[in-house]
């Protein structure tokens, strides 16, 4: 029933669109391929290899300890993108559907959504450090920036809830 109603709510919709990216662009099938197949010095690339950032598997030749905080990233960037969806009121306050306030609210929350997941997750690494952290935390913003256009297009339209 959720699925045929007319209503789409902002954050149902960018958490389903970010469920998606991770779990196709994340899984190692994606990851192995983007490695063997695109050149990491053209832009086409790079985004394309940027696409696996909250990579997610099971069998590693890393210690359990990264091979969790890897899968915990990929949970949290999910989580973490229906929180700020939801917290952000740029979808809540817009007056009319579809206006620029909802596509960058669900921009900005894929940004910060990456950014405190690759943060939180540094915590469970073998060995973390402030300044594994911070590094974490910048590519996690990166890929927000260069991927969450996803997101905020997808939340594009919604209902926000009551008026």
């Not at 149902?12 to 990851?31: E, N, R």
């Not at 985004?47 to 990579?55: G, I, K, M």
């Amino acid at each position: 029933m959720a699925l045929t109603n007319r209503y789409r709510s902002a954050t149902g919709t960018g958490t389903v669109a970010a469920f998606v990216l991770v779990l196709v662009f994340g899984s190692p099938w994606y990851a192995d391929w983007a490695a063997h197949n695109t050149d990491p010095n053209t832009a086409g690339g790079w985004f394309l290899r940027l696409l696996t950032w909250p990579a997610w598997r099971f069998d590693s030749d890393d210690s359990v300890q990264d091979v969790f905080a890897a899968d915990l990233r990929a949970i949290l960037v999910v989580v973490l993108t229906a929180l700020f969806l939801f917290l952000l009121p740029g979808s809540q306050l817009a007056r009319a559907r579809g206006t620029l306030s909802q596509f960058f609210a669900g921009w900005a929350s894929y940004i910060f959504a990456g950014a405190f997941a690759a943060l939180l997750a540094t915590l469970f690494r073998t060995n973390p450090s402030l300044l594994g952290a911070f590094q974490a935390a910048g590519s996690g913003a990166t890929y927000g920036l260069f991927v969450g256009w996803i997101i905020g297009i997808a939340t594009l339209g919604a209902w926000r809830g009551r008026r």
